[in-house]
C-alpha cells in the first residue's frame, strides 16, 4: 500500500526517517504517535490521524514555499510578505484589467488570497503563500476550489452551471455515447432538478482530487489495514506494528526487516 508520505507536499516528513535503522525509525515514531494523541489516552483516533495528516501538511507547505520562485516574484518589498497589490501587480502584466474575462480571473485570484490569509492581517507569510499556491491541498481553501471549479464552465456569471454551459465543455466530443454519459452525469449532480449546479451540488466532484478527500480516505484505508482488533482507535503497538505505513514512501521501499511484528 502506498504511504500517505509521497503524495503531494509531506515528503518532509519522511526525510527525518531516511536511512534509519529499523530500530530508530520506531522511536521516532513513538514520538510522533505521542504527539497525535491530542487527549492522552494512548488511543488515535481517525480524528486525531486526519489532524496529524494536515499538520504535516502544513509544515510541507512551509518548506515548499521557501523553494517557490514565485513568492520572490510577487514580493516587492523584500519583506517575505505578500501583500494583494503586489500579487496583482504580477497578475495585471499577464493581460488587459479591462477584459471582462481577464477581470473576472482577477476576481477569482482576490478570493484566492483572501482565502488563503488565514490569520486575515492582509499579508501572506510563507505558510499562507504555500495555501495560496496549493489551495487543493487545505480544506479551509474548499470554497476557493468550488468556486474555481463553476468559473471553468459559468461563462455567464452568474455563479452557477447550466446544462447548456456544462455540455458546451464537450461538444467535441466525437462519440455520442460518450456525449450521452456527460449528459447523465449532469441530470445525476443536478439534484434539485432545476436544470443549474449550484456550489452544493458540484463540490464532490470540484473536491475529489483535494488533500481533504485524501486525507480522508487514507486515513479510513489505513484503519481498515492496522487496526486489528476494530475497536476504531489505534494503539501504539498497531501503529509501529505497522511503521512502514507510516515512516516510508512506500511499503515497497522497505526492507522485509521493517515489517517484522515487533510489539513495543
Partial sequence: MQSYLNIYIIEHYHDKFADLPAEKIKDKLKEDVSKMDKDGDSQITKEELKAWFVEQAEIGSSLEAKKLEGMTSFDQNDDNRLSWDEVFDDLKKLGNVENPTFKRGIELEKVRFKHADKDEDGLLNESEYGFYATPEYFSHMNNYT??????????????????????????????AEGYEIEVKRFNEMDKNKDGFLSSDEVSHVALEFTLTTFIDKHAETLFMTVDADKDGKLSN????????????????????????????
Avoid at 162 to 168: F, N
Avoid at 243 to 257: E, I, K, V
Fill in 237 to 264: 503497538v498497531e501503529i509501529i506494528t505497522n511503521y512502514p505505513l507510516f515512516t516510508s514512501y512506500s511499503s515497497g521501499n522497505t526492507t522485509d526487516s521493517h515489517f517484522k511484528h515487533d510489539e513495543l
Fill in 146 to 175: 468550488i468556486l474555481s471549479y463553476i468559473n471553468d464552465f459559468d461563462h455567464d456569471n452568474d455563479l452557477k452551471i447550466s446544462k447548456e454551459e456544462y455540455l458546451k465543455h464537450f461538444d467535441k466530443i466525437n462519440d
